[in-house]
């Protein structure tokens, strides 16, 4: 598989996740954290979820990447339904429909470069000889040529995130779930980063679900923005955005329509 | 570059091999002026002396004492290398056995030799036996809460890509446990040879300990001592040993002294 | 620590947990006899360090010791010195499990496992006697203190050397009776064995005292040997929690009285220099005497100087 | 709520006291089908009873090992803080001291205990002077360790208003250093009660050690574990106790077991 | 002193640095961090430095705060010229003409909120009673108020933050440096504090010399932003703000000024 071959693709929406709530049994009670939550991503989309600190975002993203479970509602990926019962450990071995990053990066300290993009694949199954190889492939594309055999702490935060985001993608699923990928970097690097990210979104054809904090990383990348209310979660509103944006995706500069979804976002969220 | 770094290094030692030295040197100092007699407190210079005159016998009873210690050390590994995935793997036999690693703590050990010989005779088993009864407690721990420093989103990555319990634990959870694992394992070989020397002394056919009983039997202070400095030195050679250790099997564990601020 | 008082305060330490061999130290204590010579006297319990050693380091004034645990010592410069015998003749022999059959006379060692003390005489002691029964004198030898009566009632081991008055009484009281083949039986000097010990300095400083003290143990072990089982009684009512079984305090002070205690004349505690040479001699002669250096000694010492018979009673 | 709690400990060591009266079982019926004489291996049943039986002798011995310990423990502690805060206060001291805390855990106390004897007779120093060397070196390193935790932004914070070094030192080292301080105490704590036993067991005129000693002489096996079994009860019940002063000294620091998710 | 009697002020500019350069010496050579770094701060005014990662800014407040000295160059607090040479010890005890607030708040778990509050005024030999009495004053104003006794790891991010200002107002100067005050943020908290500070700076009369990496916070905040070079940081642009702002400073909302400013730094410190 070379670099720009494109990822397997089944036909269909990729990801549709109807009326899932969700509640976790504490010491004391029980704590609901999502509340009917309906959201469906188009292939190719790039969707954004912004919500307060806490609200169940990340719950919502282990229910997608197979590390929990719902307790009411459908979750279907690429045509595939997440059964809501049965042993965590039959239901685990049937996830990976969907590539997941977590919020910092994850690098294994005691792997190169080129053997932590190769994670997912190992974990599959697939050879290592011919992981290394596939992950070769998308090294230029990545920015990462040179870097196979460094480790990851001699990687700067922006060289890491891409590392991270090359192990999400070699897994060989081309709907990709990031969890505030950005959060941990500093916000020039961040802004960097979001061009960067957004470049290989529409080189690569990805369909992409993403976590975010910040109003404008959520407004500057995705075609949808869904901001969530405070826990338990559920869906405050949609905000739908054109592309090309008036002056099209050009990083540095701050559109209108933006500056608007900016706003309209900013009183969604503030006014609770 | 190198000798720089060999500079450096002495420069860190220093204080410390001054400190001895003065400490060597007051002791040298008493012994002579105070005129003590040698079966009470004999000069340094005479425990190094005798030391070196009865060194062929020293190096007997020394390499008896750390092939003892090895095997007992090798034991230890297999053993706490297994509990501790048993406990990795099984919640709650954890709650049952650390208890029973700490309770190991506060067995004396005085006491249980001398009936470990009575039980298991007095081959290399009861001494191996002391040595684990020593070291179990801290390499078990330190394995054990090593597993547990594993990150849940490094995990959660993993489950989230189909990883098996397994390729969780010997993938992430094995090499995240190390600097741990190395930590515990520095304070399990010190404890080991001073557990062998231990078993030694309540019973033995030869091993530093066993000479160290019959030279204070003999009223041979000095030789104790040079038996104690011995026994010193190879718990510091073990130690400096696992650095070595550490440096191939985990070599990300250890600091390169690289400036990282940039 | 030290003791810089007036001397009228004694301290003795003992060799072991309380055994006959102390008999005669408790009877002086029960019977008033360090009251009357005026003396208050602490006992320091064994506790893994020699009495000899503590001796030389000032911290006991009197203590039980060994035949040749007290020449060693002097040898190597230790300030102490033997004052009074407590035994006569050896209390302890090679012990063998009787039930062994193999093992009919000490040439049959050749080649099997000694379990012992560590002390330094044992071996020689052993390839002596073997040998003058015709053996090489080559066996195995492992140090397990306590332990080696459980080794050798195991199997592990095949010879021990128990003090057969006392281990020894206790083996058969137990169902696990022992063989003993006696040193003196092959060929090697007959010893004081069990012997009281004095510092060197301490006596010298307090030369009354020290006499008030011999001559009072003596008398309390004089008591012994005469009254054996009303000895044993308070061997054993001065040591509760220690001394469980009657029978065997009895039966080994019986032993110990009628045996080893007294000499020729019915008088216990004499040294003379005969005696005291024969066994110091095959301990030089086996050069197990090195100086404070470790140097073998060269030159036999004047045994003389070993002992002393002045704070006995004339 | 107050009993929910309970509840909650109690099922937490369960599995620990179920695996421990499993083996107390098996070794009775191990005893009695076997029929191994008890100077050998006795039943834990005969151990308890000769031990309920002897009981006020062992609480004689014990509390003797009790208070040397306490007081062995005191001075580690006044010495400890001392030189640890030396080497906070002066870095180079830090470079001398280090190596000859880890030196002093290599040192075989089963030697060093009859020479502490030797020097310093059967009083109360050379037991302390052994519960020191042994509970010294956790100790001090601990705190030595707890004081390095501080963050330099915290330090900077106090510099810049104009914080001297002292202030710096008891304003935000000192109970910086506090978590790592009572884990090292902990450990420290569990190490003294077997140094005393250990340095009773070579000399004292009361005590555990002495004690075990005595009894090991006898063939009183069942006493002997009788009193491994005190001595085991009295570390945890220290161990135990740590948890308390903890609690009243720095109660910052006690996990409050408050569910801290939200 | 009541929570609204002004600050000690003394005339004059409360701060000016003039051609001050620094660097550190490490085991292999010089690095050069400030080179001929010159920056007025007129008395009330809100002042942000935004700059690369690494590029000194940290090392600049601490030659501000005291911490450090440069190498040549003038600094020049409330009329005292710091000195470049002497003992550090001596240096030292000079500080604390401005207040210092970290990164992260730095609140002790030992200490409640008013003993956290309290601590400068103690290093500074204030005596318990009194400090707290003059801590107590100022909780109203920081909304903390009730919260007292509480201890800091029951506050959330935001109000921790606030104490740790409180802190900082307390060590009883008005030039206020902080260095990245709201990093540890997420970002809907971290626009809510950034209203509040702005309005306690308004109220207060307080001059602040503000860190950041978030050029939108630099811009929504202050009256000057200082762009720096990456390291050895150096004045690369300043960018002057007009107040009121198009619609004065209204949180939520995103005004052409502001807008051209961002686009302004975004470009200064994107093509380096
Ligand atoms: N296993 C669990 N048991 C109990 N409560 C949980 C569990 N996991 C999460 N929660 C609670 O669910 C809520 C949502 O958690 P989640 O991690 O999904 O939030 P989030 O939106 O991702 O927050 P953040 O933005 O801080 O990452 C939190 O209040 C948390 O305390
Ligand atoms: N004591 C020191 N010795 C050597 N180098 C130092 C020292 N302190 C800081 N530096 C170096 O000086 C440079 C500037 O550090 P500084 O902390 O001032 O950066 P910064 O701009 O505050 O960065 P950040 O935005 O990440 O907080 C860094 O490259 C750092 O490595
Ligand atoms: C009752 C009794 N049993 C054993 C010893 C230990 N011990 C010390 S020296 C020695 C050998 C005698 O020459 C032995 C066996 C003792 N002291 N008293
Ligand atoms: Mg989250
Ligand atoms: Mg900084």
Partial sequence: ?272 | MDISRAVRTVRRLLPAILLGVLLLVGWELYVRISGVRPQILPAPSRVFAQGIAHSSDLWRHASATLQVTLIGCSLTLIVSWLIATAVDFIPWFRLSVTPFLVASQTIPIVAIAPLMIIWFGFGTLPKVLVIILVTFFPITLGLIEGFLTTSPTATALLTSMGASRWQIFYRLRVPQAMPRFFTSLRIGVTYAVVGAIFAEYVGARAGLGLYMSAQKNSFRTDLVLAAVALTALMSVALFLFTYLVQRIVAPWTVVTGKDTRG | EENDGDGSTVRFALDWTPNTNHTGFYVAQEKGYFADAGLTVETIDYNNVLPDTLLDAGHADFGVSFHDASTLAQASGARVVTVMAVLQNWASAIGIAANNTSITRPADLDGTTYAGFGEPAEIPLLTQVIKNDGGTGEFDSVVLGTQSYEALYSGDADFVIPFFTWEGVEAERRGTPMTYFRFTDYGVPSAYSVVINASRDWADAHPAESAAFVQALQKGYQYAAEHPDEAADILLEANPDLLTDEKIVHESQRLLSSTLMMDAQGTVGTLESERWAGYANFLFDNKLLSDADGNPLAERPDWDTYFTNKYLAD
């Fill in chain 1, 1 to 272: 598989m070379s670099a720009n071959t494109p990822l397997r693709s089944a036909p269909g929406l990729p990801l549709k996740i109807s009326n899932v709530s969700k509640s976790f049994a504490t010491n004391r009670d029980v704590r609901p954290v999502l509340t009917d939550i309906s959201i469906t991503v188009n292939r190719g989309e790039f969707v954004s979820l912004i919500g307060p600190s806490g609200c169940g975002k990340s719950t919502l993203f282990n229910i997608l990447a197979g590390l929990d479970r719902a307790d009411s509602g459908e979750v279907v990926i690429d045509g595939v339904t997440l059964p809501l019962t049965g042993s965590a450990k039959r239901f685990r071995h049937r996830a990976a429909h969907c590539a997941y990053m977590p919020q910092d990066d994850v690098l294994f300290p005691w792997r190169t470069v080129l053997d932590n993009a190769i994670l997912g694949l190992q974990i599959a199954g697939t050879g290592r000889a011919e992981a290394r190889a596939r992950a070769r492939d998308l090294f230029p594309a990545f920015g990462l040529t040179g870097f196979e055999d460094a480790h990851p702490e001699h990687l700067s935060g922006g060289m890491r995130q891409r590392v991270a985001l090359l192990r999400t993608v070699l897994q060989g699923t081309n709907t990709l779930l990031l969890d505030e990928p950005f959060g941990a970097l500093d916000s020039l690097t961040r802004t960097d980063m979001q061009d960067w990210l957004h470049g290989m979104w529409r080189d690569m054809g990805w369909t992409i679900l993403l976590i975010t904090h910040d109003i404008r990383e959520a407004v500057r990348l995705s075609d949808r923005v869904i901001a969530l209310t405070p826990r338990p979660a559920s869906v405050r509103g949609i905000i739908e955005l054109s592309r090309p944006r008036g002056d099209g995706f050009e990083p540095s500069i701050t559109s209108q329509e933006m500056m608007r979804a900016e706003t309209t976002l900013t009183t969604l969220l503030h006014n609770t």
